[in-house]
């Protein structure tokens, strides 16, 4: 069975640091774009940061660019997505999600992390950043 696991939100000062984790069972997420989307109540779905399979290029929405850092590491089939320099603003439940196997690149729109493609999300994880 195909699934990714989110963990490592939870409960953050302003200004404070996060890393989450988004861990695959059933897929080697080395063989897949992945990316990190967020959503806050009453928003839309954003796009946050996404790492392409073929190369290695990461993306980040103009929102998190110098705060937050994407990567891998394929011995613990584990995408990281560290977070800095939190804001009220970076309150969501945050998703990991593979792209199709079949698209080595991660989607981008006008310069913003799209969600076309992606086919397996995770169940999403709950970053509260508030004092």
């Known amino acids: 069975q195909v699934q990714l696991v989110e963990s490592g939100g939870g409960l953050v000062q302003p200004g404070g640091s996060l890393r989450l984790s988004c861990t695959g069972s059933?897929?080697?997420?080395?063989?897949?774009?992945i990316g990190w989307f967020r959503q806050a109540p009453g928003k839309e779905r954003e796009g946050v940061s996404c790492?392409?399979?073929?190369?290695?290029?990461?993306y980040y929405a103009d929102s998190v660019k110098g705060r937050f850092t994407i990567s891998r590491d394929n011995e613990k089939n584990t995408v990281y997505l560290q977070m800095n320099s939190l804001t009220a603003d970076d309150t969501a439940v945050y998703y990991c999600?593979?792209?199709?196997?079949?698209?080595?690149?991660?989607?981008?729109?006008?310069?913003?992390?799209?969600?076309?493609?992606?086919?397996?999300w995770g169940k999403g994880i709950l970053v509260n950043v508030s004092s």
């Open positions: 999600a593979a792209q199709d196997r079949a698209i080595p690149r991660c989607t981008i729109i006008v310069d913003r992390v799209d969600y076309y493609g992606m086919q397996n």
């Open positions: 790492i392409n399979r073929s190369d290695g290029n990461t």
């Open positions: 059933g897929l080697s997420l080395k063989d897949y774009a």
